[in-house]
């Protein structure tokens, strides 16, 4: 049973370890032990705005349903294409851009503009180089050549380039970010192979030098099952370096046989026989033509994907300076994964002050298609607000391109409601506890008067709300409440 206590008392963080966790201070920064007013800290982003430094709550869309990026005979004389973003991202203030033209109009209303940039440079680049282009094997020897590419000169001028050319021509005039990765822990797009995290950090190293305040966002992984990522670094342990070409023979013979196979088919996947979990455990079960993934319990998954996730971050934690992951189908799943992402993330960082956000269903890819639009929103409001009470200050959507606007359109109320909290976000924690799948959290304001926000998981029962000062005495599945105390 996945039941965590996070009420949080001065100098005091809770950390994950095999089921239960265990107090700890060591990862606590020095102000933070010495505070006896903020009891609980957690990681925010700052922006100036007229001068004064204020927490940053990004509600972010990777894509925007409803506006074509594509559209290549933007005219900047006609409005067409910015009333329709101006409506669709107006709760917005965060967006990635995905356009062979600069277009005025995104970063409007003081819009940051995050981009992908060195992803799209890396993947040009080593396309071009035959010893890191064979087949579907490609990612694995990608790897081996990036982790020696962070010490080439010639390697590190092409990236500064790279970096300086997009600084300085595309959308020069707006505040930019920047997300340099997707999935990094687990693939390298296409590849089914993990980009090295010494390149992460490389990459984020040379983003700073060339915008040293920009945000870097890095997206850890796609879900909580593992990756080639535990695979190497089990390797590891008992060899010295990684084979020039993919050690099929450590992995097991029906996972060997059917890599053996793939490699030649179509559709084969044969990468995919290197990804386990943090304790070795295989993502997939192997046949000699196919696979399928490794079934878990619901409370087996949870621990899984605490540890793995937990194992990404602190690997990766050199590699921007806000984290988060992409695995909103689990989330729909099981929403309080929501949480537990969260929780992991921060353990692995050890780090109070690194913001999380998470990535959540913007246009319906998770969706059932018995379930109407209204219901699945809610579902998405519910992880939403679970990942804030556990500590995320801020949500990101990812929205795929063949979807219609529905659920997108359907989302912006909770948007709006959202964007009437943020101040309440914003303010200090006094308290956050959360026992199987009732979560909340008190804030308190400068005048001394006290919020909770409240959240409950479960799919299918109410559960009860006993606090002092409030007369709501339950949850239904999947609420949430937000009141004044």
Not at 189 to 204: N, R, T
Not at 220 to 245: I, Q, W
Not at 389 to 400: L, Q, R
Request: aromatic content about 14%; some cysteine.
């Amino acid at each position: 049973m996945y039941l965590r206590s996070l009420t949080l008392c001065i100098f005091t963080t809770f950390v994950f370890y095999g089921g239960s966790y265990k107090n700890s201070t060591e990862n606590l920064a020095p102000q933070d032990k010495k505070s006896k007013e903020v009891l609980v800290e957690e990681g925010w982003h700052y922006r100036k705005t007229n001068g004064v430094r204020e927490k940053f709550f990004p509600i972010c869309a990777w894509h925007v349903p409803g506006y074509n990026p594509e559209n290549n005979k933007y005219d900047p004389t006609d409005r067409t294409d910015a009333d329709i973003f101006k409506t669709q991202a107006r709760n917005l203030n965060m967006v990635f851009t995905h356009h062979p033209v600069q277009r005025d109009f995104l970063s409007e209303n003081d819009k940051i503009l995050i981009a992908s940039m060195p992803y799209q440079f890396t993947w040009l680049y080593m396309s071009k180089l035959p010893s890191a282009s064979k087949g579907k094997e490609r990612g694995y020897y990608r790897n081996q050549y990036l982790k020696k590419a962070v010490n080439d000169e010639k390697f590190i001028k092409e990236l500064d380039n790279a970096i300086k050319k997009h600084i300085n021509n595309d959308f020069p005039n707006a505040v930019r970010a920047y997300a340099p990765f997707d999935e990094v822990a687990q693939h390298f797009h296409i590849d089914d192979y993990y980009i090295p995290y010494v390149y992460g950090d490389k990459v984020c190293e040379r983003l700073k030098k060339f915008d040293p305040n920009a945000i870097i966002f890095v997206d850890l992984a796609g879900n909580g099952k593992g990756s080639s990522f535990f695979f190497e670094k089990r390797y590891l342990e008992k060899h010295a370096t990684m084979p020039v070409d993919p050690p099929y023979d450590a992995v097991s013979d029906s996972a060997k046989a059917y890599a053996m196979w793939a490699k030649d088919k179509e559709n084969g996947q044969p990468l995919k026989v290197f990804y386990e979990g943090y304790d070795g455990r295989q993502r997939y079960e192997f046949k000699s033509d196919s696979y399928t993934a490794t079934p878990y319990t619901t409370e087996e998954l949870r621990s899984f994907h605490y540890e793995n996730i937990k194992a990404y971050a602190e690997a990766y934690k050199g590699n921007g300076n806000a984290f988060g992951i992409n695995a909103f189908r689990d989330f729909y799943a099981d929403p309080i994964l929501a949480g537990i992402s969260v929780d992991a993330i921060r353990a692995g960082l050890g780090d109070p002050t690194i913001p999380i956000w998470l990535y959540f269903d913007g246009n319906g890819y998770a969706k059932s298609s018995d379930m109407s639009t209204q219901v699945y929103v809610q579902h998405i409001k519910c992880q939403m607000y679970t990942s804030i009470i556990h500590g995320a200050t801020g949500v990101f959507f990812w929205n795929d391109r063949s979807k219609t606007p529905e659920i997108w359109n359907a989302l912006q109320p909770i948007l709006n409601e959202m964007q009437e909290h943020i101040e309440i976000f914003k303010l200090k924690t006094l308290e956050k506890k959360s026992n199987d799948h009732m979560h909340f959290i008190i804030k308190k304001n400068a005048k001394g008067q006290k919020y909770i926000i409240a959240s409950n998981t479960s799919r299918t029962d109410a559960v009860k709300l006993i606090f002092p000062n409030i007369k709501k005495e339950s949850l239904d599945p999947l609420e949430v409440y937000i009141s004044p105390i």
